[in-house]
């Protein structure tokens, strides 16, 4: 065999189920191994879109996802959805083309050192510069794609080599061992949960990642401590849950911001700070923190925790909560606050104004999905809306890019998902403007067959961004554009088209795009005028004494 043989080889060893990718000159030699592979290789229209899928596949399987790509252009276009899974903690193996070793050394068609190029948004990566390297590189990619913390790696493999005769065969894929904190760190914490009068437990993507929501939930329910989640961290715990105050993140202040100001302990649970900077819930660094995770604590001056539980997240919550003697009912403020909470989610529930209120519009979405159904936001004011009203029940039922936070990832996202789940509803939630930047990729979706609907928030400018300079200038500049008409747009390509002309017309629509069996797209009209007049209401929250 070649070595482009015992590549995929390798791949289907480490259990490879899907390759996202575009064919070029300087991967054929992969693409005619993967012809003969169990391994389904998924044509895209654009190498961002298929990078973005590996991302999401990765992100809700837990198992490295891999794009492909040629060499220049091709690996350039790769890079964003690359850079992505890396901020984001997701697992992903990009895998691309290159010229023959025997040009690298002179200028040459389309030829970029690709390996110094993709060095600083991989965790590591390395070209193939011998035939026999070849099950030593995917096995050390895969391992370090899927070890905590999670993220990209890149194999770069110039065309000679793939092509040249080869002997191997894949190497044993290692078991993981669990790994398990210190007992001193769990009773430290243990001591500290038990002084606290005010704690709040504050989780994040990694406890989804480690699989511990059952841990998280079990861990406050008897310790009567509220939660917060991170954007990353939704369906951590039931957000029906009594002690859950739903989703923190937002850069203004909301209801939540309310509960840091009182707290004198945060439980920090699998928590990340690109997902939320400590310097917005802990400005002065002078609330105690206790870290518990599957790595050591960032160093930062407002996260410097008095105690790190660093190991196996399930294992470390049920061993601090049995140190612990903490009894006592909920505090009475954090219940108030919940119920606060709820009251401004459901007032939206029977606005009837057009075009209409993001709330109305989650709230609509959240009424006619599932608890394990799936939705992935796309990135733009409509993020924010539904990190701040989406309210999950299970782990990785609301993706939403908080690291990287790069624009156009929900529909490629959302073809990942409907691999991963064929059996669910899935919707891309998504701005206008991140919907032209992979709407495309609507046509792999038709092709592959993965109904899902897109749901568009339209008001024709990029509404994050005209929502950022109003607060900070008084005035918004260069955000506006015009639209295709959208459901010409998806009939064009074979899909569905429906347009929202009332409020009432949302969640009928919804219901009979989601039955279709084909993907379908939704023109909502969103009056972000709401934008405006929540920054109002943030900037004046007065919080209870």
């Known amino acids: 065999m070649n070595t482009a043989e015992l590549l995929v080889k390798c791949l289907e060893n480490e259990g490879v189920q899907y390759v996202f990718g575009l064919p070029g000159e300087e991967n054929m030699d992969i693409l005619e191994a993967l012809k003969e592979s169990s391994i389904q290789f998924i044509t895209t229209r654009h190498e961002q879109g298929a990078a973005f899928m590996a991302d999401v596949y990765g992100r809700l399987t837990g198992k490295a996802g891999v794009c492909l790509s040629t060499l220049?252009?091709?690996?350039?276009?790769?890079?964003?959805?690359?850079?992505?899974?890396?901020?984001d903690g997701a697992p992903l193996v990009a895998i691309t083309g290159q010229v023959g070793t025997?040009?690298?050394?002179?200028?040459s068609h389309q030829y970029l050192d690709l390996v110094a190029m993709f060095s600083p948004v991989t965790k590591w990566n390395a070209q193939i510069v011998r035939p026999s390297i070849t099950p030593e590189i995917v096995r050390k990619a895969f391992k370090l794609a899927q070890t905590e913390k999670p993220g990209a790696v890149h194999i770069d493999l110039p065309e000679n080599i793939a092509s040249m005769p080869v002997e191997g065969k894949p190497l044993e894929r290692d078991r993981r061992?669990?790994?398990y904190s210190a007992y001193h760190s769990m009773n430290e914490a243990a001591i500290a949960i038990s002084k606290a009068?005010?704690?709040i437990i504050l989780v994040g993507n990694g406890a989804l990642r480690a699989n511990a929501s059952e841990a998280v939930t079990e861990f406050a329910t008897q310790l009567n401590i509220p939660v917060a989640n991170t954007f990353m961290g939704k369906g951590a715990i039931p957000y029906t849950h009594p002690l859950s105050l739903w989703t923190t993140g937002l850069q203004q202040r909301d209801f939540i911001s309310c509960a840091f100001d009182k707290a004198d302990l945060v439980i920090a649970i699998g928590y990340d700070l690109i997902e939320y900077s400590p310097k917005k819930w802990n400005p002065h660094g002078k609330i105690p923190v206790i870290h518990v995770g599957a790595n050591a604590a960032e160093i930062d001056s407002s996260y410097i925790p008095i105690a790190e539980i660093v190991g196996d997240i399930s294992d470390s919550l049920y061993e601090i909560l049995r140190r612990s003697d903490r009894t006592g009912k909920p505090d009475p403020y954090g219940i108030k606050m919940r119920s606060d909470i709820r009251q401004d989610y459901e007032r939206y529930a029977t606005d009837d104004g057009y075009p209409i209120k993001p709330?109305?519009?989650i709230y609509d979405l959240r009424q006619v999905m599932g608890p394990e159904d799936i939705v992935i936001s796309d990135v733009g004011a409509h993020k924010m809306w539904m990190a701040r009203h989406y309210h999950s029940d299970r782990p990785n039922t609301c993706l939403i890019s908080n690291g990287f936070a790069a624009m156009g990832i929900s529909i490629p996202g959302a073809i990942a998902a409907k691999l991963v789940h064929p059996e669910l509803k899935v919707v891309a939630v998504t701005g206008d403007g991140g919907f032209m930047m992979n709407s495309q990729e609507l046509e792999?979706?038709?092709r592959v067959g993965t109904p899902f609907v897109t749901l568009i928030f339209n008001d024709g400018g990029y509404g994050l961004i005209e929502w950022k300079?109003?607060?900070q200038f008084g005035s918004a500049s260069f955000i506006k554009f015009s639209n295709p008409d959208f459901v010409k747009f998806a009939e064009s390509m074979g899909l569905k088209g429906y347009r929202i002309e009332a409020a009432t017309d949302l969640v009928p629509v919804l219901k009979e795009a989601l039955a279709q069996d084909v993907p379908a797209v939704i023109d909502c009209p969103v009056d972000y005028r709401e934008n405006a007049r929540f920054s109002q209401r943030a900037g004046g929250l007065c919080c209870p004494i």
């Open 359 to 361: 709330q109305k519009i």
């Open 72 to 87: 220049g252009p091709g690996a350039t276009n790769l890079m964003t959805g690359v850079a992505d899974a890396n901020l």
């Open 102 to 107: 025997d040009r690298m050394h002179i200028e």
């Open 469 to 471: 300079q109003e607060d």
């Open 177 to 179: 061992e669990k790994s």
């Open 444 to 446: 792999t979706a038709l």
């Open 197 to 199: 009068v005010n704690p």
